[in-house]
Protein backbone atom coordinates (compact mmCIF):
# COMPACT_ATOMS: atom_id res chain seq x y z
CA UNK A 1 0.00 0.00 0.00
CA UNK A 2 1.60 3.22 -0.76
CA UNK A 3 -0.59 7.08 -0.26
CA UNK A 4 1.13 10.45 -0.76
CA UNK A 5 -0.83 13.91 0.09
CA UNK A 6 -0.04 17.31 1.29
CA UNK A 7 -1.32 19.27 3.97
CA UNK A 8 -0.96 23.33 4.91
CA UNK A 9 -0.33 23.57 8.33
CA UNK A 10 -1.79 27.24 9.75
CA UNK A 11 1.36 27.41 11.80
CA UNK A 12 5.36 28.43 11.48
CA UNK A 13 7.47 24.97 10.86
CA UNK A 14 8.88 24.86 14.68
CA UNK A 15 5.75 24.46 16.01
CA UNK A 16 5.05 21.97 13.54
CA UNK A 17 7.73 20.08 13.99
CA UNK A 18 7.74 20.36 18.10
CA UNK A 19 4.10 19.04 17.56
CA UNK A 20 5.01 15.88 15.63
CA UNK A 21 7.26 14.94 18.32
CA UNK A 22 5.10 15.66 20.57
CA UNK A 23 3.23 12.43 22.26
CA UNK A 24 0.34 14.14 23.93
CA UNK A 25 -0.41 15.96 20.59
CA UNK A 26 0.04 12.40 18.39
CA UNK A 27 -1.90 10.62 20.84
CA UNK A 28 -5.26 13.24 20.22
CA UNK A 29 -5.00 13.38 16.61
CA UNK A 30 -4.15 9.57 15.58
CA UNK A 31 -7.76 8.21 15.34
CA UNK A 32 -8.52 5.17 17.98
CA UNK A 33 -5.56 5.91 19.51
CA UNK A 34 -5.24 5.00 23.25
CA UNK A 35 -1.58 5.65 24.47
CA UNK A 36 1.54 7.14 22.90
CA UNK A 37 4.66 7.01 25.07
CA UNK A 38 8.33 8.32 24.17
CA UNK A 39 10.76 5.50 24.66
CA UNK A 40 13.94 7.83 23.61
CA UNK A 41 14.65 11.10 21.90
CA UNK A 42 13.73 8.56 18.45
CA UNK A 43 11.62 5.67 19.49
CA UNK A 44 7.94 5.55 20.28
CA UNK A 45 5.15 2.58 21.26
CA UNK A 46 1.57 2.92 20.91
CA UNK A 47 -1.44 1.33 21.23
CA UNK A 48 -4.41 1.74 18.54
CA UNK A 49 -7.91 0.30 18.23
CA UNK A 50 -8.25 0.17 14.34
CA UNK A 51 -11.70 -1.00 12.31
CA UNK A 52 -11.29 -2.13 8.87
CA UNK A 53 -14.75 -2.99 7.48
CA UNK A 54 -16.38 -6.40 10.08
CA UNK A 55 -13.17 -6.52 11.62
CA UNK A 56 -11.89 -4.63 14.81
CA UNK A 57 -8.61 -4.83 16.28
CA UNK A 58 -6.02 -3.50 18.65
CA UNK A 59 -2.70 -3.22 17.45
CA UNK A 60 0.77 -2.53 19.62
CA UNK A 61 3.71 -1.12 18.03
CA UNK A 62 6.93 0.47 17.82
CA UNK A 63 7.61 3.39 16.01
CA UNK A 64 11.27 4.78 15.05
CA UNK A 65 12.32 8.19 13.85
CA UNK A 66 14.97 8.11 11.40
CA UNK A 67 17.03 10.93 8.56
CA UNK A 68 15.93 13.70 11.29
CA UNK A 69 16.97 16.72 10.41
CA UNK A 70 14.80 19.29 12.56
CA UNK A 71 12.70 20.90 11.63
CA UNK A 72 13.15 20.34 7.94
CA UNK A 73 11.41 16.45 8.38
CA UNK A 74 12.42 12.63 9.06
CA UNK A 75 11.21 9.43 8.13
CA UNK A 76 9.01 7.22 10.04
CA UNK A 77 9.89 3.48 10.52
CA UNK A 78 7.76 1.05 12.48
CA UNK A 79 5.63 -1.81 12.88
CA UNK A 80 2.62 -3.47 14.78
CA UNK A 81 1.08 -6.26 15.86
CA UNK A 82 -2.90 -7.22 15.87
CA UNK A 83 -3.00 -10.65 17.56
CA UNK A 84 -5.00 -12.91 15.61
CA UNK A 85 -5.93 -10.50 13.26
CA UNK A 86 -2.64 -9.89 11.78
CA UNK A 87 0.36 -7.34 11.57
CA UNK A 88 0.84 -4.00 9.82
CA UNK A 89 4.18 -2.74 9.04
CA UNK A 90 6.04 0.19 6.84
CA UNK A 91 7.36 3.85 6.96
CA UNK A 92 6.45 7.29 5.49
CA UNK A 93 8.88 10.30 4.75
CA UNK A 94 7.47 13.70 5.91
CA UNK A 95 8.66 16.76 4.63
CA UNK A 96 7.73 20.14 6.31
CA UNK A 97 8.50 23.30 3.75
CA UNK A 98 7.59 26.92 5.26
CA UNK A 99 5.38 29.19 3.22
CA UNK A 100 5.06 31.99 5.53
CA UNK A 101 5.37 33.10 8.76
CA UNK A 102 2.59 31.52 9.80
CA UNK A 103 2.24 28.32 7.73
CA UNK A 104 3.41 25.26 6.99
CA UNK A 105 3.26 22.91 3.63
CA UNK A 106 3.56 19.21 4.81
CA UNK A 107 4.19 16.30 2.38
CA UNK A 108 4.04 13.17 3.17
CA UNK A 109 4.86 9.70 1.27
CA UNK A 110 3.81 6.13 3.09
CA UNK A 111 4.56 2.81 1.92
CA UNK A 112 3.04 0.13 4.00
CA UNK A 113 2.07 -3.71 4.00
CA UNK A 114 -0.39 -5.55 6.14
CA UNK A 115 -0.98 -9.76 6.55
CA UNK A 116 -2.72 -12.29 8.41
CA UNK A 117 -7.00 -11.73 8.37
CA UNK A 118 -6.73 -7.98 7.89
CA UNK A 119 -5.14 -8.74 4.27
CA UNK A 120 -7.93 -10.96 3.19
CA UNK A 121 -10.00 -8.09 3.25
CA UNK A 122 -8.86 -6.80 0.07
CA UNK A 123 -6.41 -4.32 -1.01
CA UNK A 124 -9.38 -1.69 -2.08
CA UNK A 125 -10.68 -1.83 1.87
CA UNK A 126 -7.47 -1.57 3.32
CA UNK A 127 -6.27 1.20 1.27
CA UNK A 128 -9.54 3.35 1.62
CA UNK A 129 -9.43 2.81 5.52
CA UNK A 130 -6.08 3.90 5.56
CA UNK A 131 -6.79 7.22 3.43
CA UNK A 132 -9.62 7.97 5.50
CA UNK A 133 -7.47 7.38 9.04
CA UNK A 134 -5.10 9.58 7.77
CA UNK A 135 -7.43 12.50 6.88
CA UNK A 136 -8.65 12.11 10.24
CA UNK A 137 -5.75 12.27 11.63
CA UNK A 138 -4.66 15.60 9.73
CA UNK A 139 -8.20 17.55 10.74
CA UNK A 140 -7.40 16.55 14.07
CA UNK A 141 -3.62 17.64 14.22
CA UNK A 142 -4.48 20.97 12.24
CA UNK A 143 -7.37 21.66 14.95
CA UNK A 144 -4.44 21.70 17.12
CA UNK A 145 -3.40 25.15 16.38
CA UNK A 146 -5.29 28.24 16.60
CA UNK A 147 -6.09 29.67 13.48
CA UNK A 148 -4.63 33.59 12.64
CA UNK A 149 -6.02 36.83 14.20
CA UNK A 150 -7.56 38.51 12.02
CA UNK A 151 -6.25 42.04 10.95
CA UNK A 152 -7.18 44.93 13.05
CA UNK A 153 -10.24 46.73 11.81
CA UNK A 154 -9.93 49.89 10.48
CA UNK A 155 -9.79 53.05 13.02
CA UNK A 156 -12.75 55.57 12.27
CA UNK A 157 -11.12 58.85 10.86
CA UNK A 158 -10.78 62.01 13.45
CA UNK A 159 -13.53 65.02 12.81
CA UNK A 160 -12.92 67.44 11.35
CA UNK A 161 -11.57 70.50 13.02
CA UNK A 162 -14.04 73.52 14.57
CA UNK A 163 -13.12 76.96 13.12
CA UNK A 164 -14.97 80.11 12.67
CA UNK A 165 -15.66 79.23 9.01
CA UNK A 166 -18.06 80.87 6.68
CA UNK A 167 -20.00 82.86 9.85
CA UNK A 168 -16.44 84.33 11.23
CA UNK A 169 -17.18 83.01 14.94
CA UNK A 170 -15.25 81.46 16.92
CA UNK A 171 -15.80 77.70 17.84
CA UNK A 172 -18.71 77.40 15.19
CA UNK A 173 -18.30 74.46 13.00
CA UNK A 174 -17.66 74.99 9.56
CA UNK A 175 -20.59 74.40 7.42
CA UNK A 176 -20.61 71.88 4.81
CA UNK A 177 -21.67 71.94 1.47
CA UNK A 178 -24.80 70.65 0.48
CA UNK A 179 -26.16 70.50 3.89
CA UNK A 180 -28.77 72.18 5.65
CA UNK A 181 -25.82 73.85 7.65
CA UNK A 182 -24.60 75.72 4.36
CA UNK A 183 -28.01 77.66 4.68
CA UNK A 184 -28.66 78.50 8.09
CA UNK A 185 -25.33 80.04 8.09
CA UNK A 186 -26.96 82.99 5.21
CA UNK A 187 -28.48 85.42 7.25
CA UNK A 188 -30.17 86.56 4.95
CA UNK A 189 -31.50 83.19 3.76
CA UNK A 190 -34.89 81.42 3.83
CA UNK A 191 -35.34 78.85 6.77
CA UNK A 192 -34.61 75.80 5.64
CA UNK A 193 -37.16 72.81 5.56
CA UNK A 194 -35.10 69.94 7.18
CA UNK A 195 -34.95 66.04 8.62
CA UNK A 196 -33.05 66.53 11.09
CA UNK A 197 -35.34 67.50 13.77
CA UNK A 198 -33.91 71.01 14.71
CA UNK A 199 -35.63 72.87 16.87
CA UNK A 200 -35.98 77.06 17.17
CA UNK A 201 -35.27 79.62 14.45
CA UNK A 202 -32.45 79.29 12.04
CA UNK A 203 -29.62 81.51 11.84
CA UNK A 204 -31.70 84.17 9.80
CA UNK A 205 -34.33 84.30 12.50
CA UNK A 206 -37.16 82.84 10.50
CA UNK A 207 -38.62 79.70 12.06
CA UNK A 208 -37.54 75.91 10.79
CA UNK A 209 -40.15 73.80 9.46
CA UNK A 210 -40.38 70.07 9.67
CA UNK A 211 -41.90 68.15 7.53
CA UNK A 212 -41.81 64.78 10.27
CA UNK A 213 -45.85 64.96 12.62
CA UNK A 214 -45.86 67.44 15.25
CA UNK A 215 -46.12 65.60 18.72
CA UNK A 216 -49.89 64.31 19.61
CA UNK A 217 -51.93 67.11 21.70
CA UNK A 218 -53.46 65.38 24.40
CA UNK A 219 -55.46 68.02 25.52
CA UNK A 220 -56.92 68.49 22.01
CA UNK A 221 -57.79 64.98 22.34
CA UNK A 222 -59.80 64.90 25.71
CA UNK A 223 -63.37 65.81 24.23
CA UNK A 224 -62.81 62.64 22.26
CA UNK A 225 -62.20 60.39 25.45
CA UNK A 226 -65.23 61.76 27.22
CA UNK A 227 -67.51 60.13 24.76
CA UNK A 228 -66.20 57.15 24.95
CA UNK A 229 -67.56 57.30 28.90
CA UNK A 230 -70.65 58.60 27.88
CA UNK A 231 -73.50 55.57 29.00
CA UNK A 232 -76.94 56.58 27.72
CA UNK A 233 -79.81 54.80 29.78
CA UNK A 234 -77.05 52.66 31.69
CA UNK A 235 -75.20 51.67 28.48
CA UNK A 236 -71.69 52.46 27.12
CA UNK A 237 -72.01 54.71 23.82
CA UNK A 238 -70.47 51.84 22.05
CA UNK A 239 -73.82 49.61 21.81
CA UNK A 240 -76.09 52.27 21.29
CA UNK A 241 -73.61 52.93 17.80
CA UNK A 242 -73.05 49.23 17.51
CA UNK A 243 -76.68 48.94 17.12
CA UNK A 244 -77.42 51.63 14.93
CA UNK A 245 -75.26 49.94 12.39
CA UNK A 246 -76.51 46.53 12.82
CA UNK A 247 -79.76 48.20 11.96
CA UNK A 248 -78.97 50.10 9.12
CA UNK A 249 -77.13 46.45 7.92
CA UNK A 250 -80.39 44.47 8.37
CA UNK A 251 -82.62 47.09 6.76
CA UNK A 252 -80.38 47.19 3.30
CA UNK A 253 -79.86 43.70 3.65
CA UNK A 254 -84.30 42.74 4.01
CA UNK A 255 -85.50 45.57 2.57
Known amino acids: MEMTGERRIPAPRQQVWDALNDPEVLRASIPGCESVEREGEDQFKARVSVKIGPMSAKF ?3 VKLQNINAPAGYTISGEGS ?6 AKGGADVALAETGPAETLLNYNVKAQVGGKIAQLGARLVDSTAKQMADQFF ?3 TAHFPPPQSEAPPQPEAAAPVDGGATGGIGVARPQTNTDTEYLAEA ?8 HG ?3 PSASGRPVHRPNPRPIDREALRPLRLLTTMQPFGFPLQFWV ?3 IMLVIAALMFL
Do not use: S, V
Not at 82 to 87: Q, T, V, Y
Open 60 to 62: AGK
Open 82 to 87: GGAMGF
Open 139 to 141: DRF
Open 198 to 200: ADG
Open 242 to 244: GGA
Open 188 to 195: EAAGPITQ
